[in-house]
């Protein structure tokens, strides 16, 4: 049974640029999250997806945008790129539907650098 | 920022010693908390979770208590052994949905 994988495991960029993260949910899942966790810190919430729409959003810039597709995986991206936005990028999944009490599954994550 | 805290950033504690690992939240309405362990260049593995109706959970060598009169969550890992080596996150729901809330974490060490 696959866990919850992502693509790529590491990524530079320049400031300016712009960024695609990929994430497959675990299977069985439908509900994908987006965390951002900088070195030395607890992951923080960007956003989740669920039927292809963005459900929740926490304390992120709209240069942070989300794709669900039918299969449920899911894309992060981030533009106009920031030194500050270096950070492991965590996507989790959780079991059908959006509920209470579903703990979240989390991916090895992809670590982005940019310089 | 969102306030789900540890007290204590790190914690050595020599193989076959318990440990425990404490952490504050300040929403009152957060109905479930998990413990997350982090192993260097991974993402974070569920340990246990517990909800608000509940004030203690236990699983293998692991114990979770809720005290929610204070605001507070700890969990207890008896006979710890090296492999219990990592960062631990206490998250919390505030709801709807599966919003987490992750505390900065606690690095604990185990002394062989």
């Known amino acids: 049974d696959a866990g919850v994988t992502q693509s790529p495991t590491h990524l530079i960029k320049t400031r300016g640029q712009q960024v695609t993260l990929r994430c497959s949910p675990k299977?069985?899942?439908?509900?994908v999250s987006w965390y951002q966790q900088a070195l030395g810190q607890g992951p923080q919430f960007i956003f989740q997806y669920y039927e292809e729409e963005e459900r929740q959003r926490g304390n992120f810039p709209d240069r942070f945008s989300g794709h669900q597709f039918p299969n449920y995986s899911s894309e992060l991206n981030v533009n106009a790129l920031l030194l500050g936005d270096s950070a492991l990028y965590l996507c989790?999944?959780?079991?059908?539907?959006?509920?209470?009490?579903?703990?979240?599954?989390f991916g090895n994550g992809t670590r982005l650098t940019v310089t | 920022g969102e306030s789900v805290g540890l007290h204590l950033p790190t914690l050595s504690v020599q193989e076959g010693d318990n440990s425990i690992i404490n952490c504050a939240y300040s929403?009152?309405?957060?109905?479930?908390f998990i413990w997350y362990k982090q192993e260097s260049g991974k993402g974070p593995q569920f340990i246990i979770d517990i909800r608000s109706n509940m004030d203690k959970r236990q699983g293998q060598r692991v114990t979770v208590l809720l005290n929610k009169t204070v605001k507070h969550l700890s969990l207890q890992i008896a006979a710890t052994q090296p492999g219990d080596s990592a960062v631990y996150f206490c998250?919390?729901?505030?709801?709807?949905?599966?919003?987490?809330?992750f505390g900065t974490g606690t690095s604990l060490t185990v002394i062989p």
């Open positions: 929403n009152s309405a957060s109905d479930y």
């Open positions: 989790a999944s959780t079991l059908a539907g959006v509920k209470y009490n579903s703990p979240l599954h």
């Open positions: 998250a919390e729901n505030r709801g709807p949905g599966n919003q987490f809330y």
């Open positions: 299977s069985g899942h439908d509900t």
